[in-house]
């Protein structure tokens, strides 16, 4: 009885200290960040800047827009999202799952090819893409294709389950031409420096990029995106400032 006692003085005791600790743990919580997957780079160095200056822990999830959107939509802890599209963070602000997207990155559809191809190379080709079903620069890789007057019948379209995927079909030598984003292919030429990337002359190679705010505990990362410091990441990762990615 006695013992029984001392161990509940010595519990009411600590439990200040506890809850400092619990307090603590809650202020360092990580902050989860959904990341469409041409923008991870990116990410990758926001993070460790958001990291440096806020001493907050970023854990990125990467993968298509289509594919994270339904995992937040299904009640997937998420702080923020980054999609390659509006239309998803659209979706989540309907379901009333987050404030109006937010415009945070303008992204460009690139060829990535051999040094003997070119734009002028693709008919009977077989040319990666990231699948339009999830992922927006795979929707802008048809449209794309569609204004240079390459189908499905004139040349042999193989999907990756995400514009790295479809790089990585490049990089391995499956296929001798990829629509990727810029940024992505840049990545690839850092690696495979024979690699070429050649800017698409036509308009629908844009993406625009749209955020979407799930908890206002991402607020302070957002606003790194969007700050002077946020922009020249992007520059260098391969996307313009976001006063050019309007809805």
Known sequence: ??????????????????????????????LRVAVA???????????ELHE????????????????????????????????????????LTDLGLAPEPQAYAQGELVLLHRSWGGLDDLADQRIAI????????GQAAMR??????????????VSGANVSAAAGLFASGNVDFALVSRSVAKEVKGLH???????????ENEVRQFAALI???AQAFLDLILSDEGTFLLKLNGYQPVQEATE
Do not use: C
Not at 37 to 47: E, Q, T, V
Not at 78 to 89: G, H, I, K, N
Not at 144 to 157: K, Q, R, S
């Open 130 to 137: 990231a699948d339009p079903d999830v992922a927006p620069y």
């Open 1 to 30: 009885m006695k013992h029984s006692f001392q161990m509940t003085r010595r519990l009411l005791l600590a439990l200040p200290l506890l809850m400092a600790a619990g307090s603590a743990m809650a202020e360092e919580r990580a």
């Open 37 to 47: 997957s041409n923008f991870l780079s990116a990410a990758r160095g926001l993070s």
């Open 52 to 91: 440096f200056k806020t001493g907050q822990r970023v854990i990125l999830i990467n993968g298509p827009s289509g594919t994270l959107f339904a995992q937040i939509a299904n009640g997937a802890p998420v702080d923020l999202f980054l999609s390659a599209d509006f239309e998803r963070p659209q979706r």
């Open 193 to 203: 420096p024979d690699s070429v990337i050649t800017a698409l002359p036509v308009p």
């Open 215 to 217: 908890t206002p505990d």
């Open 144 to 157: 794309v294709l569609e204004v240079l007057n390459i189908t499905p019948e004139t040349a042999d379209l």
